[in-house]
Nanobody, 125 residues
Framework: QVQLSESGGGLVQAGDSLRLSCLASGRSLSTHAMGWFRQAPGKQRELVAAITSGSSTNYADSVKGRFTVSRDNAKNSVYLRMNSLKPEDTAVYYC???????????????????WGNGTLVTVSS
């Protein structure tokens, strides 16, 4: 059984940086797409960033140039480096993985194979 465990969230001030980590256990996800979604209170879940098994990436327009997604297959992990954080980045961030890229870039996360439990990021102004 695959489990995704996020870490690295917290309370920061606007302009600060954070690095989220997601460790997968149970099986290797080196052939899976992986990435991050977020959900703010009262808002729909949205894709933040995704990375294919071949390390191609996609980003939400709102985070381009500020966030960087990366993966380390040897550690079965995916990361999200977040710079220049803004109050509107406040949300619960969820790690996700799927054999296909569709759930990330086409279906808003629907049908995703695996989800983490989320880590809260709060950015104060």
């Amino acid at each position: 059984q695959v489990q995704l465990s996020e870490s690295g969230g917290g309370l920061v001030q606007a302009g600060d940086s954070l690095r989220l980590s997601c460790l997968a256990s149970g099986r290797s996800l080196s052939t899976h797409a992986m990435g991050w979604f977020r959900q703010a209170p009262g808002k729909q879940r949205e894709l933040v960033a995704a990375i294919t098994s071949g390390s191609s990436t996609n980003y939400a327009d709102s985070v381009k140039g500020r966030f960087t997604v990366s993966r380390d297959n040897a550690k079965n992990s995916v990361y999200l480096r977040m710079n220049s954080l803004k109050p509107e980045d406040t949300a619960v961030y969820y790690c996700a993985a799927d054999q296909n890229y569709g759930p990330f870039v086409l279906w808003g996360g629907d049908g995703m194979d695996y989800w983490g439990n989320g880590t809260l990021v709060t950015v104060s102004s």
